[in-house]
């Protein structure tokens, strides 16, 4: 099983551009997860899913895009970046509520 | 409304010294779960324990240990005898089990180990 993958590792934006950062799992997770990671602030919840088909939005989701079409993908939308919107971006996935959250190895975004 | 609270910021030690990294979390779920992540530099997050809200037993994994007070509303992690390859930065986290809460994480801010030689 290869986990959770995330691509790309490493992003440089401009201003106003769009990109999607794409998360799949293989373990067949129910539940996905992405979060930013600013310093000094921990790891931020931005949207989540409990489902295929289903999302939701966490404690700071201005500016992002979510959809779960199938179970493995949860791809992460930047409409249009602007530089507040350069961190680290974790996704994670778990397999039931009682089951640990494994996480991906993170994409960093830059946006000038 | 959950919080996790990681009031060290950076805490520097000496090999060999023991260090305890603190946590408080507060919520009105009765059940939740804890857990404890640790971030090498390299930068992937590494999950450490999962701890259950109906489970206060400490638990000790070589030279890790936890100590879960729901008294206190804390969850403390020790490492005895630290070593250079504990430097890291270790974060604390929170998820609910009421209102759909899966797969929501409410990290603490982290605390940054530096284990000197």
């Known amino acids: 099983n290869a986990g959770v993958t995330q691509t790309p590792k490493f992003q440089v934006l401009k201003t106003g551009q769009s990109m999607t950062l794409q998360c799949a799992q293989d373990m067949n997770h129910e539940y996905m997860s992405w979060y930013r990671q600013d310093p000094g602030m921990g790891l931020r919840l931005i949207h989540y899913s409990v489902g295929a088909g289903i999302t939701d939005q966490g404690e700071v989701p201005n500016g992002y895009n979510v959809s779960r079409s199938t179970t493995e993908d949860f791809p992460l939308r930047l409409l249009s970046a602007a530089p507040s919107q350069t961190s680290v971006y974790f996704c994670?996935?778990?397999?039931?509520?009682?089951?640990?959250?494994?996480f991906g190895p993170g994409t960093r975004l830059l946006v000038l | 409304a959950q919080k996790v609270t990681q009031a060290q910021t950076e805490i520097s030690v000496v090999e060999k010294e023991d260090v305890t990294l603190d946590c408080v979390y507060e919520t009105r779920d009765t059940t939740y779960y804890l857990f404890w992540y640790k971030q090498p530099p390299s930068g992937e997050l590494v999950f450490l324990i999962r701890r259950n809200s109906f489970d206060e037993q400490n638990e000790i994994s070589g030279r890790y240990s936890w100590n879960f007070q729901k008294s206190t509303s804390s969850f403390n992690f020790t490492i005895t005898a630290s070593q250079v390859v504990d430097s890291a930065v270790y974060f604390c986290a929170l998820s609910g089990e009421m209102n759909n809460q899966g797969g929501k994480l409410i990290f603490g801010q982290g605390t940054e180990l530096s284990v000197k030689p």
């Open positions: 994670a996935s778990q397999g039931q509520l009682k089951e640990t959250q494994y």
